[in-house]
């Protein structure tokens, strides 16, 4: 890889320095904050069970349509904004990189599903993606994807962080 974009959370710079140290080129680590996980909010580390009891309403919106404007639990990032910014941000670190070039992010499960599902176009299926834990998305950009623009093509893998399993979102 000509680069490596982490996530500052722990886990994910780990994994970052282990990757790199299975390089030859042994590229630069850059840390971004924007990689880090979505903010859910006040149910930040409430098991599902827990959340249906105390923001019954609030849980039923996030099922059915996750990419609605507003912040469905209170303190929570807005899902549609969060991918139009982490979309920008990958547009430029793109821009940054000479054609054919490649570079890896290491990131979390629920961002890297905001950063595929909006360049597929599909945030309201946000639900129906999977990421499996360190789970690998291959990305190949060229100057037709919506969410770049005009580089010719690029290939970005995205790895997927730890996830918290099935009983915490």
Same mark, same amino acid.
């Given at each position: 890889?000509? #680069?490596?974009?982490? &996530?500052?959370?722990?886990?994910? /710079? ?20 924007? $990689? ?36 469905? @639990?209170? #303190?929570?990032? !807005? ?10 941000? $990958?547009? @430029?670190?793109? &821009? ?6 490649? !570079? $890896?992010? =290491? ?11 909006? !360049? ?5 299926? @946000? ?6 834990? /360190? ?5 190949? @950009?060229?100057?037709?994807?919506? /969410? =770049? ?11 997927? #962080?730890?996830? $918290? #399993?099935?009983?915490? !979102?």
């Amino acid at each position: 890889y000509a #680069g490596i974009y982490s &996530s500052p959370l722990k886990r994910a /710079c780990l994994t970052a320095k282990i990757i790199k140290q299975r390089q030859k080129n042994q590229p630069a680590i850059y840390t971004e904050g924007w $990689l880090k996980e979505l903010d859910h909010g006040d149910i930040g580390a409430m098991k599902v069970s827990e959340i249906k009891k105390k923001y019954p309403k609030e849980w039923e919106t996030w099922l059915k349509s996750p990419a609605k404007t507003s912040p469905h @639990f209170p #303190g929570g990032q !807005i899902l549609t904004q969060e991918s139009e910014m982490a979309c920008k941000r $990958l547009n @430029f670190l793109v &821009s940054l990189w000479e054609d054919e070039s490649k !570079i $890896l992010i =290491v990131s979390h499960g629920a961002k890297i599903k905001i950063i595929v599902m909006k !360049i597929l176009n599909c945030l309201p299926s @946000f639900h129906n993606l999977v990421i499996k834990n /360190c789970g690998v998305v291959t990305l190949r @950009f060229s100057e037709k994807m919506p /969410c =770049v623009g005009k580089p010719p093509i690029y290939d970005i893998k995205v790895l997927a #962080g730890e996830n $918290l #399993g099935d009983d915490i !979102i």
